[in-house]
Nanobody, 124 residues
Framework: QVQLVESGGGLVQAGDSLRLSCAAS????????MGWFRQAPGKERDFLAT????????AYADAVKGRFTISRDNAKNTLYLQMNMLKPEDTAVYYC?????????????????WGQGTQVAVSS
């Protein structure tokens, strides 16, 4: 089992950047495929990005491709999401998640463990 804690959210202006972190504890972090999701008020939780166990493969949702970058530091047991050129529509609670699958995945149901979320608000 792994415990996940997100940090780095806040209130920013459109065009600004933020870097979210997700600290993992418990079972070996490098054994999990990791992902980032977000959920805006009244909407479903949406996939943003996923990264392989080694960090050598990443995939993104079209909505964030080219603006967001997922990365991980297995030595520090930490997952990151660098968010650039933020827009008001990026406002949401952001969640990191861990999957025991052997492949990267965008499917919510494939993730076994979730953090509590961190709020990101982007003003226009």
């Amino acid at each position: 089992q792994v415990q996940l804690v997100e940090s780095g959210g806040g209130l920013v202006q459109a065009g600004d950047s933020l870097r979210l972190s997700c600290a993992a504890s418990g079972r070996t972090f490098s054994s999990y495929v990791m992902g980032w999701f977000r959920q805006a008020p009244g909407k479903e939780r949406d996939f943003l990005a996923t990264i392989s166990r080694s960090g050598g493969y990443t995939a993104y949702a079209d909505a964030v491709k080219g603006r967001f970058t997922i990365s991980r530091d297995n030595a520090k047991n930490t997952l990151y999401l660098q968010m650039n050129m933020l827009k008001p529509e990026d406002t949401a609670v952001y969640y990191c998640a861990a999957s025991t699958k052997d492949f990267t995945t965008s499917r919510y149901a494939n993730y076994n463990y979730w953090g509590q979320g961190t709020q990101v608000a982007v003003s226009s």
